[in-house]
């Protein structure tokens, strides 16, 4: 079994910064891409951002300039730096990883982090 657990979400002022973690665990034999997702109330989820094995990365243009996704392949973990919040921001944010475990590629999610932005 693959379990992701995200952290770090919490409530903050418009401005500020918070910096999400992934923590990938189980039967992995590989992480490709690992994605952050958001779902705000009433709206589909949609992809912020998103960083290949190799360190590639790309971002909605919503996050362009203002966050940065990046990775530790040796721990299995993924992070979202978010600076300049805004209160659109304010969404759960979920992490995916597509990730090889015996011999069958899948997508997992993580339960999500509550990200609240005030004004």
């Known amino acids: 079994q693959v379990q992701l657990v995200e952290s770090g979400g919490g409530l903050v002022q418009s401005g500020g910064s918070l910096r999400l973690s992934c923590a990938a665990s189980?039967?992995?034999?590989?992480?490709?891409?690992m994605d952050w997702y958001r779902q705000a109330p009433g709206k589909q989820r949609e992809l912020v951002a998103g960083?290949?094995?190799?360190?590639?990365?790309y971002y909605a243009d919503s996050a362009k300039g203002r966050f940065t996704i990046s990775r530790d392949n040796a721990k299995n973990m993924v992070y979202l730096q978010m600076n300049g919040l805004k209160p659109e921001d304010t969404a759960v944010y979920y992490c995916k990883g597509r990730i090889l475990v015996a011999g069958t590629l899948n997508g997992y999610w993580g339960q999500g982090t509550q990200v609240t932005v005030s004004s």
């Open positions: 960083i290949t094995t190799g360190g590639s990365t």
């Open positions: 189980g039967s992995i034999f590989k992480i490709y891409n």
